[in-house]
């Protein structure tokens, strides 16, 4: 019996600033070669039908679920992952609002939520609460009630980045780690 190795196809893109090439199947999903080519292990792979929101990132600047992306169609754009939402080591204020409301549990839907978020924020700095519902509407929780996420975006409102935080002198490795895992 001849076995046909699976064809592949070059493809770039930039991930967190950084240019990426790689040979992929046409059928992998963009959640998967982020995952499992680049360890890329923030963007979380949930539902696969998407539902949940675990694996949304950014594609030129806007959140979409990665598991509804081929990777040769992400091809020629500029990926943005939980990753690269901290800034010279220095978190988003998304990160430390999630971290100063206790936004999360188990962390599992925490990195979409937090690429929603800020996208939000980008649009919209100082949303309220029906505003921030409606935004990540997107994402599923199933351990919060969501009540601590709503507080975790007003926080970050109310905390711009470069208006200082009891904790900017934290490096922002500790920080992330345990939500990216
Ligand atoms: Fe993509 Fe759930 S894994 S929406
Ligand atoms: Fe567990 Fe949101 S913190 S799913």
């Avoid at 696969?48 to 600047?61: E, K």
């Avoid at 934290?170 to 920080?175: F, M």
């Amino acid at each position: 019996m001849q076995v046909t190795k699976p064809t592949t196809k070059p493809v770039a893109m930039t991930v967190n600033g950084d240019e990426v090439t790689a040979d992929v199947e046409p059928r992998l999903l963009l959640v998967h070669f982020l995952r499992d080519h680049l360890r890329l292990t923030g963007t979380h792979w949930g539902c696969d039908t998407s539902n949940c929101g675990a694996c949304v990132v950014w594609i030129d600047g806007v959140p979409v679920k990665s598991c509804t992306v081929l990777t040769v169609m992400a091809g020629g754009h500029e990926i943005r992952t939980v990753e690269g939402l901290e800034v010279d080591g220095r978190l988003d204020p998304v990160q430390e609002g999630f971290m100063q409301e206790h936004g999360l549990q188990c962390g599992f839907c925490t990195p979409g939520m937090m690429l929603t978020a800020r996208w939000l924020l980008d649009r919209e700095p100082d949303p309220g609460e029906a505003t921030i519902r409606d935004a990540i509407s997107g994402n599923i929780c199933r351990c919060t009630g969501y009540e601590n996420i709503v507080r975790a975006v007003r926080w970050a409102a109310e905390h711009p980045r470069g208006a200082g935080t009891a904790d900017d002198e934290v490096a922002a490795g500790d920080q992330v780690e345990e939500v990216q895992a």
